[in-house]
């Protein structure tokens, strides 16, 4: 089959599908991405293309967010036009609609059936705008949120079919939307990510390695920011280390913001709440140790002994349904998607994300009674089995889904 896949931070949620399509061969896989460091790669092109334009400086607010997005949709079907004159028509095409890098690629090939994927709608109440009164939403929020929609509701109308990966974010679209999208996670190769009794992490500043029999507790975010809860769990942490002398905090994540508003802080929101916590919290026992390469990032969860989980309502993270399948005993924030893969008691603990001590708490008593807590981890990782897992779950239902759209004879087999 020949696939076009588009997402301008390649391989964006289609890393386990596009690596399992390569790995078979046979089909003729096309990549298109802003993105410029992909290295070359067997049975595949990469092929990056530049957005057509950006807003300038003072644009105006309700219509920045589209003509950012419109930009990215010309660019991306000039690229789609160029790979048409060489001779190149895909059987089908797959990708993100949220930077609106599909929306005029019908206009390229009008009978080529689209699978976009539909991560979010933006809401004005019910999702990460507004709920952290620390964080208010502008009264103006209500008309950004609905006009940033402008890309949701052209692409509804380009695609054949939509996907989302949970079912709480397909229920953030109107009912209209939901009507052509099915549900499905993107998937997680619980064969590869599993416990490991025997991980260790070397920590330079302790001057040797720590392992499960060490008192470890982790926080995991692409950026330390509010969305992903950083300000909740850096207010948790003074209770955490006062209660446990010989705990210590592992953070991955950079310092920039990925959703949301920047702080106004040199050094983001990591400087913000340093300097917030300042001397009630022992930083000897806390290691930032910034983005990391995956492998260790799976070793840093392998020895955790609780690992906190932190979001607003919003996207869920691909980390937690990870941490979950390494076995991991999580207390994550008890919102909307979150409960959908945590039921709190049976496979991990919910706190208020609102408040630290709770968090804190629930942490604290991890750490002191693994044992009351050692059922929580097998049965994780046996629900991201049941429901999440890549090669069983999820990538039939997305053959499934696509094959549906082709004939008969360029159908890939199920697995």
Request: positive net charge.
């Amino acid at each position: 089959m020949k696939i076009l896949f588009v997402h301008q931070n390649f391989p964006g949620q289609y890393r386990e599908l596009f690596s399992w399509l390569r790995a078979q061969g046979g089909h003729e896989l096309v990549f298109l991405t802003q993105r410029k460091d992909v290295p070359k790669l067997e049975n595949a092109r990469v092929i990056q293309y530049d957005t057509h334009h950006k807003p300038k400086e003072g644009t105006y607010a309700l219509t920045q967010y589209w003509e950012e997005c419109a930009g990215n949709g010309f660019g991306c079907a000039q690229a789609a036009e160029k790979l048409k004159k060489e001779g190149f028509t895909p059987d089908i095409i797959l990708g993100h609609v949220g930077w609106g890098e599909l929306t005029f690629l019908k206009q390229v090939w009008a009978d080529v059936p689209i699978i976009g994927y539909f991560e979010y709608y933006f809401l004005a109440k019910g999702g990460s705008v507004g709920f952290d009164p620390e964080f208010p939403a502008s009264p103006h929020a209500p008309f950004t949120m609905h006009a940033r929609n402008a890309v949701n509701f052209a692409n509804i109308q380009t695609v054949d079919l939509g996907h989302s990966p949970t079912q709480w974010q397909c229920d953030t679209f109107p009912e209209t939307f939901r009507e052509k999208i099915y549900v499905k996670h993107d998937g997680i190769r619980t064969d590869n990510l599993k416990p490991d009794p025997k991980a260790q992490v070397a920590l330079g500043r302790l001057g040797r390695s720590v392992t499960r029999e060490d008192e470890i507790f982790t926080y995991m975010a692409r950026n330390m920011e509010p969305t992903r809860g950083f300000h909740s769990f850096m207010r948790a942490l003074p209770h955490i280390l006062d209660a446990r002398p010989n705990a210590r905090a592992l953070i991955i994540g950079g310092s920039d913001v990925s959703y949301g508003k920047k702080s106004g802080a040199q050094g983001g929101y990591r400087a913000e709440m340093e300097k917030e916590v300042g001397n009630k919290v022992d930083w000897s026992r806390v290691h930032f140790l910034g983005r990391v390469p995956y492998e260790d990032y799976q070793k840093i969860i392998q020895v955790s002994r609780c690992h906190v989980y932190l979001t607003v309502p919003f996207v869920l993270s691909w980390s937690l349904l990870e941490s979950m399948s390494m076995g991991a005993t999580i207390v994550a924030s008890d919102v909307a998607p979150v409960r959908e893969a945590i039921t709190h008691g049976e496979n991990g603990l919910l706190a208020d994300f609102f408040k630290p001590e709770d968090i804190a708490r629930k942490v604290m008593d991890v750490l002191e009674r693994p044992g009351t807590y050692a059922h929580l981890g097998p049965n994780a990782r046996k629900h991201v089995v049941k429901n999440y897992d890549f090669t069983k779950v999820c990538l039939p239902e997305h053959l499934r889904q696509i094959n549906g759209l082709v004939p008969k004879a360029k159908r890939i087999a199920l697995p």
